[in-house]
Every structure is written in C-alpha cells, then in structure tokens.
C-alpha cells in the first residue's frame, strides 16, 4: 500500500500539491506578523505539510488524541476558528474547492479531488486539530 501512497503522493505534489500546500505556508507566515495570531500560523504550517503529502494522513481532534481539552479544542479554539474562517479559511476553502472541481472534471483526477475536499473541510475549523498518519487512528 505505501508504494501506491507515495505515487499518489508524487501526482498529488505536482499536480496542485505544491500550491496549496505553499498558501497555507504563506497565510501561516501571515498569522505570524501579529503576535495574537501564532498559533493561527501554528496550525497552517502543520496543516501546509498535510497538503503537501495528504495522502495516508487525517486531521484528528486534538481532544482524541491528547485524550484531555487544551485551549484549542475548547471555547476559545471555537471563537479562533471563527476568527480564522472569515479573514483566512475562506480563501484558502476556495482554492481548494476551486482544485478538486478541476480534478473532478477529469475522471483521473477523483482521488485527488477528494482530498481537496477534505483539505476544504479543514479550512472551517483547523484550530484544535492535529495530522496523524491514517494507521494510527
């Protein structure tokens, strides 16, 4: 399974990968100017790398994982994630929804779609989530 994995993983790079996963990068060195928005940029960097190799990995409530609430799986993770969505989530949601209408239009390209979708989702509330590879949950 992981040579399947990785070739997907290489498509994925070179077909789309690569620029979204340098969008959230950016929007993460973007959270880093004000000191308030670190650990919005904390949360980028972790999830840029999800989407530059998406493929045997999930985003997971902390909560599930830590197996205790930090400051980001409870109401104030909530108030950032709504803060996030409306100033940087929603463009980074149209980009990758924008990529996985054009990987669906093509056949070929489903797989990767999917996970622009799932990477989309990921947009609405990355705060309090964390990337653990797929055999660990």
């Known amino acids: 399974m992981s040579v399947f ?17 340098l969008l959230w990068w950016l929007a ?19 999830i840029g790398e999800m989407a530059f ?17 930090d400051i980001g799986t409870g109401t104030v993770g909530t108030l950032g994630n709504i803060i996030w969505f409306l100033l940087v989530g929603i463009w980074l949601a149209l980009g990758h929804i924008g990529y996985a209408i054009a990987c ?3 056949i070929i390209g489903i797989p990767f779609g999917i996970q622009h979708l799932k990477l989309a989702l990921l947009t609405l509330a990355p705060i309090g989530k964390t990337v653990v590879p797929r055999h660990a949950i």
């Open 5 to 21: 994995r990785l070739i997907f993983n290489i498509l994925w790079f070179v077909l789309g990968g690569f620029v979204m996963g």
């Open 28 to 46: 993460g060195i973007l959270c880093f100017v004000s000191i308030i928005g670190i650990p919005f940029g904390r949360s980028c960097f972790v």
């Open 53 to 69: 190799w998406p493929f045997g990995q999930d985003a997971v409530n902390r909560r599930y994982v830590n197996r205790f609430d």
């Open 104 to 106: 669906f239009i093509s």
